[in-house]
């Protein structure tokens, strides 16, 4: 496989990851195309060492980050929302529309970190390079950020009642 | 093991297959943990459950379009393209100087897009980077003041990182401007570029961005100066500030 073809071949896993990141679509895939046009322009800098997959991952991370220093307030626009199925409220599933809200309330570096493994697939090892923290200091994160979603969602104490104290 | 604390289980539960494994005979005799590991993954069914739709939808075309471009044109085009280059920098800032206001950010619009244009046309060239390398900086300091019409100080940017690979003469659209190009240990360029900028009323450092690509640009005395790279705002801002501290003998 070509250089570009790789890329191509990563781009669902980045529109899905941007997408749930960003919750927005516009964004989402105005942060991959920049990634797709940094990782060519910068091509000479891979060395081909490890996944190209986690390359990207770590300009399209990298980049959401300084988006954010540079400019809190764009990326805090209320998005297109999508509507997300609604599981029919069999105990073992969770309310989906209930853990989209509150993946939204969670810290950004958070949720950055829960996509990274939870969604992605990714090893602890893995998602820690790309996100260039100590595996320890992610697995904390994560931690945090599975009980927060738990909290939320209405399985760790009186349904409902944490979520009023906080819209 | 019931005092185990979620990050410690997390590490097992992303972790290699070994882990995992392990994991899984500790959840055996320990319904509280299997209720536990159970719950996160009722939480990663619904990540994907929610965001997996994303990623089976046919790809937009703006994000394949870069893809098809030649990414990589042949070695004996690189001469050619690198003549080309100037001429297009030419045309553009032809059309680019139509719009010069006279204020601040005219001008400066101006500036940091020719400098930008500049970079991204440079920064990919693997044989011609520059005309004159560093081996050859005195002669290059002198030639670039030269053109440029002014004396020149080429910045020592090795405190950021940053060593000097060389420059060139370019056209602007009020004369001749200088690029200077430094690279650091990771093959990471940033660039200098210098403009005769008369009439201009002075400005501090100033931070803009296009793309990828981001800008510090100032005004000192008659000449404009934008220092671009793609890297954290920081790290460019340091480089900057240190490139301005230089020439404006600060």
Redesign the interface.
């Known amino acids: 496989m070509t ?3 790789e ?2 071949a990563c ?3 980045l ?3 941007a ?2 990141l960003l919750r927005n679509r516009d964004a ?2 105005d942060l ?3 990634t ?3 990782a ?6 891979w060395r081909g060492d490890g996944p190209l997959r986690a390359w990207l991952f770590r300009i399209l991370l ?2 959401f980050r ?1 988006d954010r ?2 400019d809190r307030a764009s990326l805090a626009v209320v998005g297109t929302m999508i509507e ?2 609604v ?1 029919g409220g069999q105990d ?3 309310d ?1 529309r209930e ?2 809200e509150a ?1 939204g309330r969670l810290p950004p570096d958070q949720r950055a970190a ?2 990274l ?3 992605e697939g ?4 893995e ?1 820690a390079r790309i996100l260039e923290v100590p ?2 200091t992610l ?2 994160r ?2 945090r950020a ?2 927060e ?2 909290a939320m ?1 209405g ?1 760790a104490g009186p349904r409902g009642e944490r979520k009023a104290t906080e819209t | 093991m019931p005092d185990m604390d979620d990050a410690a289980l997390l590490a097992l539960r992303h972790g290699s297959e070994e882990d995992r494994a392990r994991l899984d005979r500790m959840a055996e005799g320990d319904p509280a943990l299997r209720d536990r590991l159970a719950g996160w993954d009722r939480q990663d069914a619904a990540l994907h459950a929610l965001y997996d739709p994303v990623a089976e939808e046919p790809l937009p075309e703006r994000l394949t379009a870069p893809l098809a471009r030649p990414v990589d044109p042949p070695r004996r085009l690189w001469p050619i393209a690198a003549m080309v280059a100037p001429l297009a920098i030419g045309i553009a800032l032809g059309w680019g100087a139509a719009r010069w206001t006279g204020d601040g950010e005219g001008g400066a619009d101006s500036l940091l897009a020719s400098a930008i244009r500049a970079h991204d046309t440079y920064v990919v060239e693997v044989v011609h980077p520059v005309e004159v390398p560093a081996s050859d900086k005195t002669h290059m300091t002198k030639w670039l003041s030269k053109r440029v019409g002014q004396q020149l100080t080429v910045p020592d940017l090795t405190a950021d990182g940053f060593r000097l690979v060389g420059g060139r003469v370019l056209p602007d659209a009020r004369g001749a401007a200088a690029l200077m190009m430094y690279e650091d240990d990771q093959g990471q360029r940033l660039t200098l570029y210098i403009a005769p900028e008369p009439r201009q009323p002075e400005t501090a450092l100033r931070f803009a961005d296009k793309g990828p690509t981001r800008g510090v640009w100032w005004v000192e005395g008659d000449l404009g100066c934008a220092v671009v790279g793609d890297l954290p705002k920081d790290r460019l801002k340091a480089a900057a500030t240190r490139a301005y501290d230089q020439l404006t003998g600060a």
């Not at chain 1, 990714?122 to 090892?125: I, Q």
């Open positions: 250089f570009p073809d890329i191509e781009l669902p896993s529109r899905r990851y997408f749930a989402a895939d991959v195309q920049d797709v046009e940094r060519l322009s910068r091509r000479h800098l990298n980049r300084d220093r540079r997300p199925p599981s073992d599933h969770l989906l853990v989209h993946m829960l996509l493994v939870g969604l990714m090893s602890l090892g998602a595996e320890g697995a904390s994560l931690g599975r009980a979603l738990r969602t399985r």
